[in-house]
Each structure stands twice: as structure tokens, then as C-alpha cells.
């Protein structure tokens, strides 16, 4: 199976093959900020599945919990973050789950950063306070 994820403008086009590794939604402030949404919802590929695009984004780097840099690679013209790069997980590539604009994808099996969940928001996932992974030892786990 082939998806197709692309920013607000469509000037960026990624295109993934298979069913994601992993998908995960993130509470964190971080990611708040990010999207000016309430929470962000990620979509982990095995990077040799994802054909990104060749040229035309930018990348806003920043450390991660896990004390890691992550990169956001968005869309200049339309401001949209696409996919991100986690540092400690070279072998993945976060796709923004939103930019694939499928009722059918696949729903996300956790929340993390829960502790930043705005109050109101009851979503059918099991949650953890923060992010588990970085207190794991390194695994194919995403960010
Ligand atoms: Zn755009
Ligand atoms: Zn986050």
C-alpha cells in the first residue's frame, strides 16, 4: 500500500509504502506549539519506505527529551511540518499522521506526555505521563 502526505500548500510531497511502524500522539507543549493544535500524531516509517521530497523544505532543529535532536522539515511557503527526523532513531522517519488527510489511517496505539494533556481531552488510548522510550534502551521505539 502507497500514501501520500503533503503540506497546506502542496508544494511538498512525500509518499510511504507499507503500513506504518508505529503511530503515536503527542500531548507535549512542544508539539502544541508545533502544530498550534492541541496535539500532534506521528506516523513512523522505516526511512527506506518513505521517498521524500528532493528538494524545497527547511528544517527547524531542537533537542528532545530524550536529549536527542529531532529535525521538522516544513514548508517554507506554507509554514506545514511534514515529516521529522528523530537523532536517535536514524532508521525512522516521523510523518505528521494529519498531511496523509485520511479518515482511514491507522489509529494512533498510545498517547504520551500526558502530563500536558489539556484537561478536556478524553481519548480512547492508553497513556503515559511522559515519554516512555527515554528512559528505554535503544530499540526501533520512535521519540
Ligand atoms: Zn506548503
Ligand atoms: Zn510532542
Redesign the pocket.
Given at each position: 500500500m502507497e500514501r501520500t502526505a503533503s503540506c497546506h500548500c502542496g508544494k511538498l510531497v512525500l509518499t510511504c509504502t507499507g503500513d506504518p511502524a508505529k503511530v503515536s500522539l503527542?500531548?507535549?507543549f512542544?508539539?502544541q506549539r508545533r502544530t498550534g493544535s492541541l496535539f500532534?500524531v506521528a506516523a513512523f516509517f522505516p526511512r527506506e519506505r518513505v521517498a521524500l521530497p528532493v528538494a524545497g523544505a527547511m528544517a527547524f532543529k531542537r533537542p528532545s527529551a530524550s536529549g536527542r535532536d529531532v529535525s521538522f522539515h516544513f514548508c517554507p511557503d506554507c509554514g506545514s511540518s511534514l515529516w521529522w527526523e528523530p537523532e536517535r532513531l536514524p532508521h525512522l522517519i516521523g510523518v505528521a499522521a494529519g498531511a496523509f488527510a485520511d479518515r482511514d489511517f491507522p489509529m494512533p496505539e498510545q498517547a504520551v506526555?500526558a502530563e500536558q494533556r489539556h484537561a478536556w481531552l478524553d481519548l480512547p488510548l492508553p497513556e503515559h505521563l511522559r515519554n516512555p522510550v527515554k528512559t528505554a534502551p535503544a530499540t526501533d521505539r520512535p521519540t
Open positions: 503527542c500531548h507535549c512542544d508539539c500532534s506526555w
